[in-house]
T-cell receptor
């Protein structure tokens, strides 16, 4: 069974530039999460999708971050414009159930903002 | 606010020794508690998931315990190996708020030869 796919693995940009990350969850998983993990900290939820609907985006900085999951499968997370404090690993995870099923993570996309 | 606190923040152990990591939480009502292992530069991988009725679960050399009354969990690593060097993250799911997951900051374990 293929795992959660993420790209790119690494990205370096200058502040005020934009960046987009892509995630393809495990086939059949209805729930998709985007997390931000700053070095030395646990993952922080940015947004949770159930199929193509948003369940929780309360911690998403909506002035600069956006995410979509148009067909209920893969998802894109965009940052525009980026700030220095956005330097982090962006983890995508998927699950067959909300908070009940096992959570499978991708390898993450490491963003460095200069 | 639901919180998950892990201790210690980091520890160093010699290969072959045992260690125990702690997780205290305030999430209520409780649904399940998970332990994840995150190797450097990789995504977290699930070790165990425990529900309210389970008080111990093993996965190879990893044994997790849960005391839902005191809201405490531990992860015990037996006969540590160099490959156990990683961050271990405790995650708690509550039954309210759509089973939202609360993450601890993790404990970084370094195993030295």
């Amino acid at each position: 069974e293929a795992g959660v796919a993420q790209s790119p693995r690494y990205k370096i940009i200058e502040k005020r530039q934009s960046v987009a990350f892509w995630c393809n969850p495990i086939s059949g998983h209805a729930t998709l999460y985007w997390y931000q993990q700053i070095l030395g900290q646990g993952p922080k939820l940015l947004i949770q999708f159930q199929n193509n609907g948003v369940v929780d985006d309360s911690q998403l900085p909506k002035d600069r971050f956006s995410a979509e999951r148009l067909k209920g499968v893969d998802s894109t997370l965009k940052i525009q414009p980026a700030k220095l404090e956005d330097s982090a690993v962006y983890l995508c995870a998927s699950s067959s159930g909300r908070g009940l099923g096992e959570l499978f993570f991708g390898e993450g996309s490491r963003l460095t903002v200069l | 606010k639901n919180q998950v606190e892990q201790s210690p923040q980091s520890l160093i152990i010699l290969e072959g020794k045992n260690c125990t990591l702690q997780c205290n939480y305030t999430v209520s009502p409780f649904s399940n508690l998970r332990w994840y292992k995150q190797d450097t530069g990789r995504g977290p991988v699930s070790l165990t998931i425990m529900t309210f009725s389970e008080n111990t679960k093993s996965n190879g050399r990893y044994t997790a315990t849960l005391d839902a009354d005191t809201k405490q969990s531990s992860l015990h690593i037996t006969a540590s190996q160099l490959s156990d060097s990683a961050s271990y993250i405790c995650v708690v799911s509550g039954r309210s708020n759509d089973y939202k997951l609360s993450f601890g900051a993790g404990t970084t374990v370094t195993v030295r030869a």
